[in-house]
T-cell receptor, first 115, second 114 residues
Framework: AQTVTQSQPEMSVQEAETVTLSCTYD???????LFWYKQPPSRQMILVIR??????QNATENRFSVNFQKAAKSFSLKISDSQLGDAAMYFC????????????FGKGTRLSVIA | DGGITQSPKYLFRKEGQNVTLSCEQN?????MYWYRQDPGQGLRLIYY???????QKGDIAEGYSVSREKKESFPLTVTSAQKNPTAFYLC?????????????FGQGTRLTVV
């Protein structure tokens, strides 16, 4: 079974600075998807970024980018120019390539942004 | 607007009662999922369904039941056998293709045992 580990329960960053959230995963499969979701105080789950394992290029969405290291099974999220609205729980998730299968989530990292 | 609707937003249950959480989607997604969220535990899978009239147990299915009679609907029943039901419950759906491989989530239901 696949597992996802987020080793940082809490992180903080100064406004306008950069922060990196860590995620590692365990799988024996070669093709899969990885995601970062954001859960603000409203508790609505919002997709931040996704990465297909077959793609070597790291995904980027505006101020959010990932560092995908397939051999190391690492998938970190970098948030640049942090804003107060970035404060939230962040979840890393894994999904198998084949079929319509459930996402497997890490336990989350709570990010605080300091003004 | 397409999306996933969970109801109610807040639900209170007396010990020994069964309660049913509603989840409806109009995204035409084949698969639907129920997750439970507790502080420090992330999201844990309760049940999922990949097609109508079929569903599979997730990691923490004990004390829960589901049905999938319609593509749009995937209700979750929390039975009296669930010893610690107080939690936040999230419903999600997904489709395997079309360039959209992520799961979409409802706004959640907060269940409290009183």
């Amino acid at each position: 079974a696949q597992t996802v580990t987020q080793s940082q329960p809490e992180m903080s960053v100064q406004e306008a600075e950069t922060v990196t959230l860590s995620c590692t995963y365990d799988t024996s499969e070669s093709d899969y998807y990885l995601f970062w979701y954001k859960q603000p105080p409203s508790r609505q789950m919002i997709l931040v970024i996704r990465q297909e394992a077959y793609k070597q290029q790291n995904a980027t969405e505006n101020r959010f980018s990932v560092n995908f290291q397939k051999a190391a099974k690492s998938f970190s999220l970098k948030i640049s120019d942090s804003q107060l609205g970035d404060a939230a729980m962040y979840f890393c998730a894994y999904r198998r390539w084949a079929g319509n299968t459930p996402l497997v989530f890490g336990k989350g990292t709570r990010l605080s942004v300091i003004a | 607007d397409g999306g996933i609707t969970q109801s109610p937003k807040y639900l209170f249950r007396k010990e020994g009662q069964n309660v049913t959480l509603s989840c409806e989607q109009n995204l035409n997604h084949d698969a639907m999922y129920w997750y439970r969220q507790d502080p420090g535990q992330g999201l844990r899978l309760i049940y999922y369904s990949q097609i109508v009239n079929d569903f599979q147990k997730g990691d923490i299915a004990e004390g829960y039941s589901v049905s999938r009679e319609k593509k749009e609907s995937f209700p979750l029943t929390v039975t009296s056998a669930q010893k610690n039901p107080t939690a936040f419950y999230l419903c999600a759906s997904s489709t395997p293709g079309g360039g959209s491989i992520e799961a979409f989530f409802g706004q959640g239901t907060r269940l409290t045992v009183v």
